[in-house]
């Protein structure tokens, strides 16, 4: 039995404007008004990102991307997670999603890491009464017991991304988009993440998930998607990451 689809990725570009706009000033104007030489005026550079990327994602699927700095690949998740809306084509997802792309994103620095917990939550949609629920869980997880009442400004990115991923992760998602986050954080912390977002996998929850480990792409997923220069360049199996480092060798 064929499994049901959980992302459609329709055709999907995305430009952005690199162009470098003057702040207007008198003194501007009038030096703008009497250039002769407007031909070395700066003209507005369009910069596709994505280019016609498109491909589908079956229920309970691990889909690791891959790709130079720039590729395309966080822009992408970003679409896909709704925080962004792409220039052409469009995005179906049927599930909730739980994006952890850019961990304590949500975070007010000035607030402790107890008030940040309800805020964050707040932000991902979670309710206060879950929240309280988890409250204990979260804290165990994140192993930040001794921390709770001090600024996030004073804690370090390690322990932000601690407390982040702790929190992103007390509900288990239909969709989840990981964005590097396994990168972040020490080796034990690296670990334990790695553990629950592979017991996400087993449940079922389909995973979008970016990273520059070859190693972790190889392990945790099914399927790989090669995105270079805002263009898919192959979606395969595991062999995609040796043609990936066949590229690059050659680069």
Not at 13 to 26: A, D, P, T, V
Not at 93 to 98: K, P, Q, S, V
Not at 169 to 177: A, G, H, Q, R, S
Request: charged residues 25%.
């Amino acid at each position: 039995m064929e499994k049901e689809t959980m992302i459609e990725v329709n055709n999907i570009s995305m430009r952005f404007n690199l162009g470098i706009e003057k702040g207007f000033s008198l003194k501007q104007g009038f030096v703008d008004l009497f250039k002769k030489d407007k031909k070395n005026k700066p003209k507005n550079n369009e910069f596709w990102a994505l280019k016609n990327v498109d491909f589908k994602i079956k229920k309970g699927e691990v889909i690791g991307f891959i790709g130079s700095n720039g590729a395309g690949k966080s822009t992408l998740l970003k679409i896909v997670a709704g925080v962004m809306k792409p220039t052409k084509g469009n995005i179906k997802a049927y599930g909730n999603i739980c994006p952890m792309i850019e961990l304590g994103a949500g975070f007010d620095p000035q607030l402790t890491a107890r008030e940040n917990i309800y805020l964050n939550g707040a932000v991902m949609g979670y309710s206060k009464e879950l929240i309280n629920s988890k409250f204990q869980e979260i804290v165990d997880f994140s192993e930040l017991k001794d921390f709770l009442d001090v600024p996030v400004q004073n804690f370090s990115s390690g322990m932000i991304a601690r407390l982040a991923f702790s929190i992103a992760t007390i509900v288990e998602p239909e969709i989840l988009i990981v964005d590097e986050i396994l990168s972040v954080g020490d080796i034990a912390f690296q670990a334990k993440s790695e553990a629950k977002m592979m017991s996400m996998i087993t449940g079922g929850t389909t995973v979008l998930y970016v990273s520059h480990s070859l190693e972790s792409i190889r392990k945790l997923c099914d399927r790989v998607v090669w995105i270079e220069h805002g263009e898919v360049q192959k979606i395969g199996g595991k062999e995609i990451c040796d043609d990936y480092l066949k590229y690059m060798e050659v680069k």
